[in-house]
Each structure stands twice: as C-alpha cells, then as structure tokens.
C-alpha cells in the first residue's frame, strides 16, 4: 500500500484550491469561557456541499489523467462522500457513479443528483452492494475512490490541517471526529511534519467506539453495526488510515448520544452554525475531558453540516 | 434632531473595531443558481453576541465620557438590543440597566445577565415600561441608549455596510430587514457616501409592514401590536430613522410568514448558519421578486442568530 507524504498532500493543496473553499475558523468567547480552553473552530460545513470531504474527493477527481477522467468515478456510499464527489466529477464535467442502497433518505439521492451524480440502487447488505457496485464499474471503467481508504483521498483531506495551522497562530493540540479515519489521517499527515508538537485526538461516539478499541488494542476491530446519532462515523478503520491512526493519533476519548446532541446544541446556539452530530462528538469530548485542555490552544474541525432540519434529535 | 454623518460612522469604525467582530462573508452556488442573482451573506450573526446591534450598542458605550460612564447606561428591550448593549457596557466595565416585561423569555432575561446587565421588570405596556424606566434612570444616571432611534446607534450601525462593500468588490443592491430601521439607517449612511450607486432596499414581513406604508404614504405610520414571527421587526420607525428610509431607500419589499419561514430553512439548509426569522425576510423577498435581482449583486446583511432551537418554525 502506498502511504501518500507530505508532498502529495502540498501537491493536492493546489491542485484542489480552485475547487474548495478556504473555509473560515469560529470562536467563541462563551464556549471559552464553559471550556477554560480556547478553541478554534474550523467550518468544513461551509464548503459548497456541506463537508470536508470535497477535499479528498476533488483531489481524486482532478488528479485523473484524461483517459480515466473520460471514464468517471465510481463509489459506494449513502453519506457526503457521495454527494461530494458528484460535485468534484460535476465540476471536471466527468460521469460519477454511486451505489446507493434503495434505503437511503431521499434527501441523500437528491443531494447526489443534484450534482449529476448517477445512482444505482442495491439491497442493504454488504453482498449486495459488492455485487452491484462491480457490475457498475465493469459497464463504466469508472475509478473506484474510497471514502477514506485511498491515498489521494487522506492527502486532500490533509489540506484542512494545513489551512489551520496558517490560520491560527499555532495549535496546542487538533481534535477531530473518527469514523473510517480519513479526516484524521489527513491530520496527521499534515500535522506530523508541519506541526509535529500539535497533539492530534480523535473522538468517537460510544456507541460506535471500535477505534477506540483498536487503538487500545493495537489492532483494527470493526464492528457490524453500530447505531449512533452520528451517523458519518458508523464506518470501521482501514489498512491506510490504521497506519496513521496507530502512528500518530495521541488519544481516542468517547462521549455518550446525549453528550453529542448537548454539544450539538450548544454549537448551533453559541457559534450559530449547522453542523452535524457527527462534527459535535469533538467539542463534547472536549467538554468531557476539561482538565485535558483547559488551558490550551485547541483546534476542532467541522466535518460537516448536512443535517435534516426536519428531524432534529432534541425535537423528536 | 442631529443627523450622524459619514465622518461619524468612520468614527465609529475606529472606535468599535477592537470590541466587534469583522464578521464574514457567505456565498452558495445552489442558492446562486436557485435566484439567478450572485449572492453574498453577511453574517452579523456571528457576533459574539449573535447580532448587529452589538455595532451600535458598542459605539455608544465607548463613546461615553468618564463621568457619564461611571453612571452607566440604560435602555428598554426584550431584544438583541439588549444583550448587545449590555455586552459592550461589561467590556468597557459600566453598568447596564435594562427594563423588560416581566413576561419577556427566559432566555433573553438570561442573556441579559450573563452579560452583566441589570434587569428591572415592568408590566408588559408601554405605560408602565416608560414609568419604570424614568425611575431606573432618575436612580441610576444611566445614559439611554435607544435600540435605533439614536444617532451614536445608527453611525454604529453603518460599518457593518463599510466592511461589506470592502470584503466584496463593489455590490449592485445591498438588501436588509426593516423593523424600528436602524440597520436600514446606517447603511443608507455609509452606501450613500462609499458606494451611491449601491441601492438598498428594505425586506418587511406583511404582517407588521408599517414601514411599507409609511414609505408609500410620505410619513410615518406606527402600528399598534403587529403578530409576525421575525420578532426582531416589530417596532416602528421615529424620526431619525424616517429621515433615511425617506431620503434613501429605494424600495420596501414584503413577505408572507410562510414565504419567511421557507426563506430560514433554506438557509440554514444552503448556508448551514442559524439565523433568525427577521435575517430571513430579505432572502424571501429576492425569492420573490427574482426579476428584480436577477443578474444582479447583491449584499444580504443576516442581521442576528439569537434562535430557541427547542421552537423552530416548522417543527411546532
């Protein structure tokens, strides 16, 4: 497997910058106050469709050499990675293909079409998605980008850090969401040679605490099925984000579904942003863990922000 | 009557920079393509204290000579006007009185106090509002500071326009809510001496459009207990206010509550900020008068982000 460097990650800064935003850093003198840190917050929920992952995904996408580019992309997944991918392939005007079980919300499949994005349908089982989603990339010749087990997907993902760093005046530590790891692998790259003094923590949800586990146990464990609120962190950890995760993450904390929607809560009342209940695990780990960072410079990334208004968790 | 003048408003710039923020600017390509226009944000919301009026309510404050400030200042709110105000008087350290209904919300009350600001309860009529204010103010020697109708409010006011035409190269329209019209007012101000092609027009719920009528009537017309869910916009202009709005604006749009309503969610759901109903007036009326706006620059001045997340619009 090919570990991407801190090269590839400054190669995909540029290569992407036409196509992403710089998004802006959020503070907050209450949540200062509440936490006896100072946090900086960087909103990843504003880029054009809602989440980071256009990072990795438009580096993917406009890294492809014109052959490939002429045959699109393929994926398989029913959260942002799907609809940010569309927007990358929409916006090099190249064909991207998802497998999507029949299940996911509506909101999602109008998401991806929206931005041209074709959707086959599949059952919603392991099986069933491999099977369609092989039979998609035979017809198609599309390049299969991973949601976060691919080396051009953590090198984007690894210019959010970046960003970071030169908009702060430093960071004591970075803590960010964990699910497959490709956001905090990003970071680490990044990080490790930019900053290498900053701590990078993850935080996961309980319910969904397998990297956690692994971390502990010094070996991936995933997990069938989680159920969480956090519904962008249910995937398990990857031979490449591992290699990351295990390297250079200082610590996984978990926090409880009540914690996260309290976090969620007061994140959308104090910084007046949407953001997901997968992006608010990181401050209600912070809020969890006081003494850890009272005092320090702590830079939380905003994975997301593509929330359904209509279903809030603290108004159903 | 002294009507504040644009050496006033840079004044009032210098004067309130180290104690605001400059807040950002947001675009959307979805919300771009939905209106035809080309469309920029800018979020007052992401005020510490969630609203414009911190602008104001800071000028006021910092502007005050060591005897009166020592005395402190005064108003009567159940608004942002308030908690901004009592914001900017425990930076500089002085006294904030404010008299409230004493069925005012809670959490307003609460917002209030974690600011510092003291609260006199009155009954909820404008009888016993003014005579429980003359007292607090004979008591005190609190300076009043009025929510709009007051010129160190409206200079203040007008840097929020100052920051938007410099953070984008020129605008066509710069677009805002109009309740008492004190935002309206500075921003008349400022684009009538920075930018004189730049018009503004004013956004009004239907159901409180008393400075519709006025407008159209050439005099002030005040309405006695207008219901609409942009609360922020109930109260109606005064002469300082009249002055600008007459000599200025170019036009007064109104909208439905419905229209208001699916104006917020859109763009809670594209711009992923919180914002309140009354920020949400002037995207409806671009929605509804696309025509218009087609084509066009426009400026959208979110005018505050203080929300009850526990009753949003369209969950009760």
């Known amino acids: 497997m090919y570990i991407p460097t801190y090269e590839d990650m400054l190669a995909a800064h540029v290569r992407i ?3 992403i935003r710089r998004t802006p850093v959020r503070t907050s003198e209450y949540l200062n106050e509440l936490t006896g840190a100072e946090l900086f917050f960087k909103c990843e929920n504003f880029q054009e469709p809602g989440a980071f992952k256009v990072r990795g995904a438009s580096n993917a996408v406009f890294g492809l050499d014109e052959d490939q580019a002429a045959k699109g992309v393929a994926t398989h997944s029913s959260g942002n990675h799907a609809s940010c991918l569309s927007y990358a392939a929409k916006r090099r005007g190249i064909p991207c293909n998802v497998v999507m079980p029949y299940t996911a919300p509506q909101a999602k499949k109008d998401t991806v079409r929206r931005y041209g994005g074709q959707i086959t349908e599949c059952e919603p089982s392991t099986s069933s998605r491999e099977e369609t989603f092989a039979k998609v990339q035979a017809a198609t010749g599309g390049d299969f980008i991973h949601p976060y087990n691919d080396h051009r997907v953590i090198a984007g993902q690894g ?9 702060t005046d430093g960071l004591d530590t970075v803590i960010a ?7 905090i692998s990003g970071t680490c790259l990044t990080l490790s040679n930019l900053a290498p003094e900053t ?8 319910q969904a605490d397998d ?18 609120i956090a ?16 390297d250079h993450v200082s610590d996984i904390l978990t926090v409880s579904e009540a914690e996260i929607i309290e976090s969620m809560k007061l994140s959308w009342k104090h ?3 949407v953001m997901e209940a997968s992006s608010s695990v990181s401050l209600a780990a912070i809020l969890k863990n006081k003494d850890r960072f009272a005092g320090k410079r702590v830079g939380i990334i905003i994975t997301g922000g593509n929330v359904d208004l209509d279903t809030l968790p603290w108004t159903t």
Do not use: N
């Open 199 to 206: 701590q990078v923590i993850a935080a996961e949800p309980e």
């Open 17 to 19: 910058a036409p196509h």
């Open 177 to 183: 969401p964990i699910g497959g790891g490709g956001m």
């Open 231 to 246: 519904d962008g962190l249910l995937v398990p950890l990857k031979d490449l984000t591992w290699h990351f995760v295990s």
């Open 271 to 273: 910084l007046r942003i």
């Open 211 to 228: 990297a956690y586990r692994s971390f502990k146990a010094g070996h991936i464990i995933a997990d069938d099925a989680p159920k969480t």
């Open 159 to 167: 210019t959010c850090a970046k960003e970071f760093i030169e908009q």
